[in-house]
């Protein structure tokens, strides 16, 4: 049987770092207020003019192809889960290939917010089982300077920008790659957590935006409550489904919206923050970026046969969990 395995991981980050002290000096908060209500030391921002997603997408991407060596004519597919688009079109996705002279690549865009980049790994997924690709290449990248507000402190301490690439290739090798996911999305969230213009219900207009509302809009608390609750519950979930207990676990790497809510999720389940992978001290929340930028991070310390579990949850409330048996020791990687 054919399955899908990650076998190799790219990361980019902005050289451009934005610390707690800039932003104090911007507006009316502290490093002391920041790191003990989300755990955010900076944050990485693509400041260059003319620079978008694509950017930063097709670094990652780059890095990936030149790690693993792979053929850039065997890529088949380029999936791209960001919520900061170059354009409303063409894709992202499209920009990259272009790049990156895939030759033989189609590629599209996939929309879940912070749950964007589990969903594309699970499309992919798919994509290799049902034998249609052999090789997709999958990013999560998001511009979120782009659109935030840095005169609401709630929310400008919170975003970096980054991306993060995976090569997800067929095997069949057994017991290995990809074993489960658990995915529900709740339309419910769209008060809490959203953009308030800019799409087809309310367009950009000279209104809208001298009322800027072209930036995100979140109610923090309803937020967090609901993203502790389903990240907890769907790892649980995962495990009762293939007979697990926590103890099985190898790592658990979560989305990095929240120092506070990766330790809540983390206490949920039952597991010791030794067996999760945070860093989003140095970067903050890349939105979709932010696993495969945990996993880049972490790339040394996972082994071969690793039991490692994906969960997130974003606007929208998209939220899930995934369940892979990592494919290589990382530490055996440049």
């Given at each position: 049987?054919?399955?899908?395995?990650?076998?190799?991981?790219?990361?980019?980050?902005?050289d451009?770092?934005?610390?707690?002290?800039?932003?104090?000096?911007?507006?009316?908060?502290?490093?002391?207020?920041?790191?003990?209500?989300v755990?955010?030391?900076?944050?990485?921002?693509?400041?260059?003019?003319?620079l978008?997603?694509?950017y930063?997408?097709r670094?990652?991407a780059?890095?990936?192809?030149?790690?693993?060596?792979?053929?850039?004519?065997?890529?088949?597919?380029?999936?791209?889960?960001?919520?900061?688009?170059?354009?409303?079109?063409?894709?992202?996705?499209?920009?990259v290939?272009?790049?990156?002279?895939?030759?033989n690549?189609?590629?599209?865009d996939?929309?879940?917010?912070?749950a964007?980049?589990?969903?594309?790994?699970?499309?992919?997924?798919?994509?290799?089982?049902?034998?249609?690709?052999?090789?997709?290449?999958v990013?999560?990248?998001?511009?979120?300077?782009?659109?935030?507000?840095?005169?609401?402190?709630?929310?400008?301490?919170?975003f970096?920008?980054?991306?993060?690439?995976?090569?997800?290739?067929?095997?069949?090798?057994?017991?290995?790659?990809?074993?489960?996911?658990?995915?529900?999305?709740?339309?419910k969230?769209?008060?809490?957590?959203h953009?308030k213009?800019?799409?087809?219900?309310?367009?950009?207009?000279?209104?809208?935006?001298?009322?800027?509302l072209h930036?995100v809009?979140q109610?923090?608390?309803?937020?967090?409550?609901y993203?502790?609750?389903?990240?907890?519950?769907?790892?649980?979930?995962v495990?009762?489904?293939?007979?697990?207990t926590?103890?099985?676990?190898?790592?658990?790497?979560?989305h990095?919206?929240?120092?506070r809510?990766i330790?809540?999720?983390?206490?949920?389940?039952n597991?010791?923050?030794e067996?999760?992978?945070?860093?989003?001290?140095?970067?903050?929340?890349?939105?979709g970026?932010?696993?495969?930028?945990?996993?880049w991070?972490?790339?040394?310390?996972l082994?071969?046969?690793?039991?490692?579990?994906?969960?997130?949850?974003?606007?929208?409330?998209a939220?899930?969990?995934?369940y892979?048996?990592?494919?290589?020791?990382?530490?055996?990687e440049?």
């Amino acid at each position: 049987m054919v399955n899908a395995i990650i076998s190799g991981v790219g990361g980019y980050v902005p050289d451009y770092v934005l610390t707690n002290e800039e932003l104090a000096r911007m507006v009316d908060t502290s490093d002391e207020w920041i790191m003990s209500r989300v755990g955010i030391k900076e944050r990485h921002i693509l400041t260059e003019e003319g620079l978008g997603t694509s950017y930063m997408a097709r670094k990652a991407a780059k890095q990936l192809m030149q790690k693993t060596g792979v053929d850039p004519d065997s890529i088949d597919a380029v999936l791209l889960a960001t919520t900061t688009p170059d354009y409303k079109f063409p894709s992202t996705a499209s920009v990259v290939i272009g790049k990156l002279n895939l030759k033989n690549a189609f590629g599209m865009d996939l929309s879940a917010a912070c749950a964007g980049f589990m969903y594309a790994l699970e499309l992919a997924t798919s994509m290799i089982r049902c034998g249609r690709c052999k090789k997709v290449i999958v990013i999560g990248a998001d511009k979120m300077s782009s659109m935030v507000d840095y005169t609401d402190r709630q929310t400008c301490v919170l975003f970096g920008d980054g991306a993060g690439a995976v090569l997800l290739e067929a095997t069949e090798e057994e017991n290995i790659g990809a074993q489960d996911a658990f995915f529900r999305t709740d339309g419910k969230g769209l008060p809490f957590l959203h953009m308030k213009a800019g799409g087809s219900v309310c367009p950009p207009s000279h209104f809208t935006v001298s009322h800027r509302l072209h930036y995100v809009y979140q109610e923090g608390r309803t937020v967090f409550r609901y993203a502790v609750t389903s990240m907890g519950d769907d790892v649980m979930e995962v495990l009762k489904r293939n007979g697990m207990t926590k103890d099985d676990i190898d790592w658990v790497i979560p989305h990095e919206a929240n120092y506070r809510i990766i330790e809540a999720v983390a206490k949920r389940v039952n597991l010791p923050m030794e067996r999760i992978v945070v860093n989003i001290e140095r970067y903050g929340n890349t939105s979709g970026a932010t696993i495969p930028l945990a996993i880049w991070d972490h790339e040394a310390q996972l082994k071969k046969g690793d039991n490692i579990i994906f969960t997130a949850f974003g606007a929208g409330f998209a939220h899930g969990a995934s369940y892979f048996k990592w494919a290589y020791d990382g530490s055996n990687e440049n």
